[in-house]
């Protein structure tokens, strides 16, 4: 693979010549700059406003047999052309397009179904390599087949229908492409973005909305053309030199005199920070990787690794209006720093009124909640294992193992196969020397007990999926394996390093020479994009669908309640206040390439009032995105028909109907 990988590089690459060529151990090196771009294209700190990533909605809303709701996205991965520097534009791939990607954000205990389609180019437009891709949802129990399983390939023209629990505390997690040995450079191009799980917890007492900003903070160099430069220093890393929030250039946001809580993603191949303000004032760290701490923390500095998530809160009402407030990096050991990455974002205070609406707006949190990691006690232990990473020859090792080492077993080497629900303590060394490792471990929420025998850092007092085990530094884990058997990966963060082959697996209650009904490859195939799922083995299985029946079946009849940061649907005039209605499917047929007919009512509950709602019919057939079929409004009886000549093209097997009212009922379609 590296050989290949190489002469990747030489006939896709885009010329940029690193002053680091050779693996040698980094201590800290400064220069000048990475990027080739013409003065004129060079972006400068402070000159673009902060975006924020979109709010993705999901396409509809079903409730699941045992009474979940679970919402259904679609995300389309496909080669798009960024504004990042001035004067260029750069291509990029993205979750719909955009760099991060759209933000997901779910309340606990609602399951989401993502279809993740493959419309990228077959090779990297740049880099010649096949660009077929794995979606991990980082920081959330998925299922092994749901866990973007590294050689777990979806190609192109193919989607993967994902689906997650969200049954976990609230927390910051994000979706990256996790594919073998290219990750790195799938999630350079752009391939990350935020979710956000919410619970009751969090949604009390820490800032929410407009004032609960996502910073997903990358670096990147560029070509003169303003395309991404790539060069991993022979899988040692990429350090960049324009430091990217959100996507932009050292951006500036205006804040308001209050309490704002930040979810600082570093989303960097291989950087890491040091984040600090540039009053020396200390932030609140209120939650890890795992979600909130048992106690916030002040800090005036952390150090943060690839793919660690820490939320901070910043008060600027202790600023006056006027006044900007940079956040800045100090860095770490081992890391390559330019001129201009000692800076990260500003925030301008102004003069705009104080919202102190919402929660958490005036007053820090102390005390914030206890989480069975950090609840775990070193006496639950039944074992200690031991681990280092390093360095053997040209390629980076944990515990010894390689990833091709796992391909060729078959999936059947792992590092350690604790049973269900087990508490073990891990070691992790790392005493080769020239180099730090974020270490991530799928599945689990672990606590760190300690590095080199002392107490962990004050912002590392949640917990965690990642840990930053950095030059000549040896920390202990207490982690619990539970909620689901299978193969999990575990790997360093540095993405040049687990694609160079830093990355190995662990089972859970299983023996790998068995068969595994949640087999991370085989237990749930991609399927062409736009055609049905075949029917498989899941956690959930979609609603059974009675196409010859001479009358549709109502199969739920459920209130609608819109996921997080929703509007409310716009209730008719005459509805009864806080009311919903009840929705009934009376009859549903479509007959492909003829006509396509569904009738119903909507009335309110214990009565026969109509309601003059609007019903909007959506194709829920299993197996694809739901998609909108036509909207029609009730009659004064509460009843509706929509009536289509010929219908869509593909065959319609389940209907939703969504009532303004509130209501919504499901149905399996005749097709006869
Ligand atoms: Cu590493």
């Known amino acids: 693979m590296s050989v290949t990988r190489r002469q990747a590089l030489q006939i896709g690459g885009v010329g940029i010549i690193g002053a680091f060529g050779l693996a040698v151990p980094l201590t800290s090196v400064n220069a000048k700059s990475a990027s080739q771009l013409a003065s004129r294209n060079m972006p400068k700190p402070f000159q673009r406003t902060l ?9 509809s809303t079903v409730v699941d047999p045992d009474g979940h709701k679970r919402h259904l996205y679609k995300i389309e991965q496909k080669a798009a052309l960024a504004n990042i520097v001035p004067g260029l534009s750069t291509p990029i791939l993205g979750y719909n397009g955009t760099f991060p990607g759209p933000t997901i954000k779910v309340n606990q205990g609602e399951r ?33 087949q749901f866990d973007g399983y590294a050689n777990d390939l979806t190609g192109l023209g193919y989607c993967k229908d994902y689906e997650y629990p969200n049954f976990q505390p609230a927390r910051t ?34 800032p929410q909305g407009r004032f609960d900003v996502p910073l997903t903070v ?23 030199d324009v430091i990217l929030v959100n996507g932009a250039p050292w951006p500036v946001m205006k804040v308001q005199r209050r309490i704002y809580r930040f979810r600082i993603l570093n989303a960097s ?45 910043i008060d600027f009402s202790k600023y006056p209006v006027g006044k900007r407030v940079e956040l800045r990096n100090l860095s770490n050991k081992n890391n390559v720093d330019y001129d201009f990455t000692n800076r990260v974002m500003a925030f301008d205070v102004t003069d705009e009124p104080v919202d102190t609406s919402g929660p958490g707006a005036r007053v820090l949190p102390t005390l914030l909640a206890p989480s069975t990691a950090m609840s775990l006690k070193t006496s639950d232990s039944v074992k200690t294992r031991r681990m280092r990473v390093k360095r053997d020859l040209d390629v980076w090792t944990i515990g010894g193992m390689t990833w091709d080492e796992v391909v060729e077993s078959g999936y059947r080497k792992v590092l350690a196969n604790p049973d269900l629900d087990d508490v073990e303590i891990w070691e992790i060394e790392n005493s080769s020397g020239g180099w730090f490792h974020p270490v991530h471990i799928h599945l689990v929420d672990f606590q760190v007990l300690s590095r080199n025998g002392q107490a962990p850092f004050a912002h590392e007092r949640g917990p965690k999926d990642v840990v930053y085990v950095g030059e000549g ?79 549709a079946t109502p199969v739920t009849t459920t209130p609608a309640t819109s996921p997080v940061a929703s509007p409310p649907a716009p209730a008719p005039a005459a509805a009864p206040v806080g009311q919903k ?24 509950a214990g009565s026969t009032a109509a309601t ?21 409004k009730a009659n004064s009886l509460g009843n509706w028909t929509l009536a289509v000549k010929p219908g869509p093209a593909k065959q319609v097997t389940a209907v939703k109907a969504e009532s303004s009212a509130g209501g919504t009922a499901t149905a399996s379609v005749r097709t006869s």
């Not at 924020?52 to 909605?57: A, T």
């Not at 923390?297 to 901070?312: D, F, L, M, P, S």
């Not at 194709?619 to 694809?624: A, K, N, Q, S, Y």
């Open 112 to 144: 989401i179904t993502l279809e993740m389609d493959n419309v990228l180019p077959l090779f990297h437009p740049q880099w010649g390599y096949r660009l077929d891709t794995s979606t991990h949802l980082h920081g959330s129990a998925s299922l092994p």
């Open 218 to 240: 990358s670096d990147a160099m560029f070509a003169a053309n303003g395309s991404l430069g790539y060069n991993d220093n022979t899988h040692s890393g990429l350090w960049g």
């Open 269 to 313: 191949i291989a950087r890491s920070y040091r984040f600090s303000l540039s009053t020396g004032d200390a932030m609140t760290i209120v939650a890890t990787d795992g979600g909130l701490m048992p106690a916030a923390q002040q800090v005036t500095n952390w150090r943060h690794g690839g793919a660690e998530r820490y939320e901070v809160l």
């Open 473 to 551: 530094e040896t920390v202990r884990l207490l982690m619990k394996f539970e909620h689901h058997r299978g193969r999990y990966m575990i790997h360093c963060h540095n993405l040049p390093h687990e694609d160079h082959d830093m990355m190995a697996q662990f089972s859970v209650g299983i023996d790998t020479n068995d068969p595994d009904p949640n087999h991370p490859v085989e237990a749930v195939k991609p399927h062409l994009i736009n055609q049905t799922a075949p029917a498989q083995g899941t956690e959930a299985p979609a609603p059974q669908t009675t196409e010859a029946a001479e009358v």
């Open 581 to 604: 209605d009840v929705v009934t499917i009376t009859s549903a047929r479509h007959r492909l390439r003829k006509d396509m007919t569904f009738s119903g009512t909507s009335r309110y």
């Open 173 to 206: 997690l994000w979706y990256h492409d996790h594919a073998v040995h290219n990750t790195a450079q799938s999630v350079y191009s752009g391939l990350a973005a935020q979710y956000h799980l919410h619970d009751e917890v969090e949604g009390s007492i820490l």
């Open 51 to 59: 975006p924020i990533p979109e709010v993705l909605r999901p396409s």
């Open 612 to 632: 003059s709602a609007t019903i909007v019919l959506y194709d829920v057939t299993p197996g694809r995105a739901a998609a909108r079929l036509g909207t029609v």
